[in-house]
């Protein structure tokens, strides 16, 4: 697997993250507000669909939890005339299915309170959001 910025595998895991920071930040993690307000990313690397093991839709399934409330899963469109797309996409989309999530559950934290600092690989195509309430 070569290695690509922003893609960090650590040597105890299977995990793979994805992190999230913000251009000129010193520590990573984006609110989902930011996240699709179209911020800057730091390493605003392009990837390909393989990069993530989407499916042959193209695709990437989410698992998204937050403590005391159902798992949702969320499908995540990974289409690029390129065949490559943004970290910047691909936080906006997941900050759209993380925010989908909230609200459906009545979750009541504001998108500028949440936190989306990484995404772990769980098993293959499939992604979790690491969020937090800031």
Known sequence: MPHLTG???HPFSTF????FKRKGAFSAGVTL???QAHI???HNDHYTIYDLNADGRGTIHLSV???GYPQMAYQIPLDSRTGRFSLE???RRISRACVHYLQSNGIPVARDRIELHHIEEVTHGVWQPMLRAI
Do not use: P
């Open 7 to 9: 893609l960090n595998q």
């Open 33 to 35: 507000a930011e996240a």
């Open 65 to 67: 939890t937050w403590n």
């Open 16 to 19: 793979r993250q994805i992190r």
């Open 89 to 91: 996409t691909l936080a």
């Open 40 to 42: 800057r990313l730091s």
